[in-house]
Structure formats: structure tokens, C-alpha cells
């Protein structure tokens, strides 16, 4: 059974920036897509960015392009999320998700099989 263990959330204000971590068990993670994301109160969970574990080829959401960046570390079984510039917008809890044998990521999560609980981001302005 894969598990997802995110960390690194937290208060910050805007114009700051946070890392977040991604660490997997149960699973080799060197052959899956990984996805980041967010749910804010009301909102629809949306990605902001993914990545192959095999091959990298990062992608982000238009929203995002610029101040976040997605990395991955096999050795450790995990994926990170680096986040900078922060807005007030960006508020939210940030999941991490992976799918084996999907070579290409993408920001749908109906396309993600296994999921973390999640971490709080609140940016105060």
C-alpha cells in the first residue's frame, strides 16, 4: 500500500516562501506521476504542478508558472514543492498525489490513485 506523508505547510506572509515535502512509502517512487494540490474553503481542488519521477518533464498551472518549482529526489522517496512569491491566493491545503505507470503527468486529480492528507499553507497579507 503506497503511502504519501506531506510536510513543510505553515504560516507565512505574503511575499514569502515555503518548501513543501512529498515522501512515499510502500513504493519505489521511480516510475510514477506526482501531482501537487490545493483545496481552498469553498473551492474546487485544483493541481498546481507534477511531475515524472522517471522522466521529470515538470508542469504547472498558468496560475502558479514562475513561483513554484517541483523537483523530485528518488533516493529519498520524495517529491518537493518549492514555493516563493506567495499571495494571499495561494492559501489553501496542498496534497501531494501519485500514480504508478503514468509516464506523463498531468493536473487532473481524478487521474491520481493514491493520496497524502494533505498540509495547511496560509499566507497573511
Known amino acids: 500500500e503506497v503511502q504519501l506523508v506531506e510536510s513543510g505547510g505553515g504560516l507565512v506572509q505574503a511575499g514569502g516562501s515555503l518548501r513543501l515535502s512529498c515522501v512515499a512509502s510502500?513504493?519505489?517512487?521511480?516510475?510514477?506521476?506526482v501531482g501537487w494540490f490545493r483545496q481552498a474553503p469553498g473551492k474546487e481542488r485544483e493541481g498546481v504542478a507534477c511531475?515524472?519521477?522517471?522522466?521529470?518533464?515538470?508542469y504547472y498551472a498558468g496560475s502558479v508558472k514562475g513561483r513554484l518549482t517541483i523537483s523530485t529526489d528518488n533516493t529519498k522517496n520524495a517529491v518537493y514543492l518549492q514555493m516563493k512569491s506567495l499571495k494571499a491566493e495561494d492559501t489553501a491545503v496542498y496534497f501531494c498525489?501519485?500514480?504508478?505507470?503514468?509516464?506523463?503527468?498531468?493536473?487532473?486529480?481524478?487521474?491520481?490513485?493514491?493520496w497524502g492528507q494533505g498540509t495547511q499553507v496560509t499566507v497573511s497579507s
Open positions: 511531475i515524472s519521477t522517471s522522466v521529470g518533464d515538470p
Open positions: 510502500g513504493v519505489a517512487f521511480n516510475d510514477h506521476a
Open positions: 498525489a501519485a500514480r504508478a505507470d503514468m509516464r506523463l503527468c498531468n493536473l487532473r486529480p481524478v487521474d491520481y490513485d493514491d
